[in-house]
């Protein structure tokens, strides 16, 4: 198996295409142990060159409300009262610890995206 690192774009398209190939290898055999082992470097090689950024917060709430048919009244066990619920979704109050938790454990929503620091000029979320 004569398998080297992605170290070009070049690499990355041609094992992408030998990936393409060998999409339908069964399991436990020559070509599903390459298979295995190229998607490895494929995925190695794409978080280092295209790294996914976080979603913004807001964004994220917004988003998991529309996907589940929520409304701001489903918000409210999770963030308080309706007012305080719009507070979050316009930005003009940010996100609690104890919000966060809810959020997290009640929609599913990364805890990693909902932690993220407001800048405060703009009231835009920066990376922590």
Not at 18 to 28: K, R, S, T
Request: proline share 7%; net charge negative; hydrophobic share 40%.
């Amino acid at each position: 198996m004569d398998i080297r690192p992605l170290k070009t774009e070049d690499d990355y398209r041609a094992t992408l295409k030998e990936i393409e190939n060998l999409m339908h290898a069964g399991i436990d055999t020559p070509e599903g142990d390459r298979l295995d082992v190229l998607v490895a470097l494929v995925e190695a090689y794409e978080a280092r060159h295209y790294p996914l950024e976080l979603p913004d917060p807001v964004e994220a709430i917004k988003f998991t409300m529309e996907q589940k048919g929520l409304t701001v009244k489903d918000l409210e066990p999770m963030i308080g009262r309706s007012n305080r619920v719009y507070e979050i979704l316009n930005r003009t109050r940010p996100l609690t610890l104890k919000m966060i938790w809810r959020l997290h454990k009640g929609l599913g929503i990364p805890a990693e995206c909902l932690i993220r620091q407001m800048d405060e000029g703009q009231n835009a979320p920066k990376a922590a």
